[in-house]
């Protein structure tokens, strides 16, 4: 796997896909500069009228409901169904899903209107989206068992791959699954990392084969420049600044270097 995902890493610069993000008021800057920073290319555009043709022309789809409106779940149904029509893949974050009804109902509606390429959320999402809510709730959910048998559960339930973001992250599918131990916590400390890893995962779907792979290759590059940043920067305001520099700095073998990563195949 590692051959496959130092070529992604070198094809996002190359390549630079243009991500359509759908998502939330409060990282929209933060998610343009971080797809610049890789070298992607970004464009927001939320309205009814205009998603359907902004999706036909992207490399990528994001969809993320983290400051969901009633008319944003209309525009995000209607941008998913126009990329899948044109076949380019489709990323889904929950934010906060399992928080209110409202959410709970919209990633449903979501989920079964759209085909999603690849789901990507924090454990508490993941696990509600699973149906595992009763299970995870109240316990400490950041262990790698149990975001492993989250991704599994998930996997099953969504028919979706999957990445469950944490201290480890797990990227799962029918029929492999990953974890990978880089990153910082002060990944925690600045609002949107999640939401900007998301579209991150959207670019590199764009440029890879196999989904797994360049999810993959998407977080293990986004956590080995969060390393690189906080060896420059450990407080959240100088650290946000330094990981969108190292996020531009970072290279396939800096990450093939660093990366700390086990591959399983599914029983
Ligand atoms: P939340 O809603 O809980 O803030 P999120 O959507 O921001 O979640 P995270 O799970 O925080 O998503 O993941 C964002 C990035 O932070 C990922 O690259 C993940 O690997 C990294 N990360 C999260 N927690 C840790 C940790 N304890 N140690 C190292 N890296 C972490
Ligand atoms: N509130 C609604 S969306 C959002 C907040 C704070 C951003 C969440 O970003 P992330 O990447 O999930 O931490
Ligand atoms: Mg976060
Ligand atoms: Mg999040």
């Avoid at 070529?7 to 993000?21: A, G, R, T």
């Avoid at 779940?73 to 076949?87: C, D, F, H, Y």
């Avoid at 906060?96 to 009804?101: E, I, L």
């Amino acid at each position: 796997m590692k051959e496959e995902i130092g070529e992604i890493i070198e094809q996002i610069k190359v390549k630079q896909p243009l991500v359509h993000n759908i998502t939330n008021q409060v990282v929209m800057n933060f998610t343009a500069n971080g797809l610049y920073a890789i070298g992607a290319a970004p464009v927001m555009a939320n309205d009814v009228r205009e998603v359907a043709d902004m999706a036909s022309i992207a490399d990528a789809l994001l969809i993320n409901i983290g400051t969901l409106t009633i008319d944003q779940v209309e525009a995000m149904i209607l941008a998913g169904r126009s990329a899948n029509e044109k076949g380019i893949p489709v990323v889904f974050d929950p934010v906060g899903v399992g928080a209110t009804p409202f959410r709970n109902q919209a990633a449903e509606r979501i989920l079964n209107e759209v085909s999603i390429t690849l789901v990507r959320g924090n454990s508490g999402e993941i696990s509600q989206l699973a149906g595992m809510d009763a299970e995870v709730r109240g316990v400490d959910a950041t262990g790698n068992m149990d975001a492993v048998k989250i991704a599994k559960t998930a996997v099953r339930k969504l028919g979706t791959a999957v990445l469950v973001t944490g201290e480890q992250d797990v990227i799962a599918d029918q029929n492999a699954l990953a974890i990978l131990s880089n990153g910082t916590p002060l990944l925690t400390k600045v609002t949107g990392t999640g939401c900007l890893l998301s579209s991150v995962v959207a670019a590199f779907l764009a440029v890879g084969k196999e989904t797994v792979v360049s999810a993959v290759a998407a977080a293990s590059f986004y956590s080995v420049a969060a390393e690189f940043a906080v060896e420059k920067a450990d407080q959240p305001g100088s650290f946000q600044m330094a990981f969108l520099d190292a996020l531009s700095q970072t290279t396939s073998v800096h990450v093939l270097e660093k990366m700390q990563l086990e591959v399983q195949n599914h029983e």
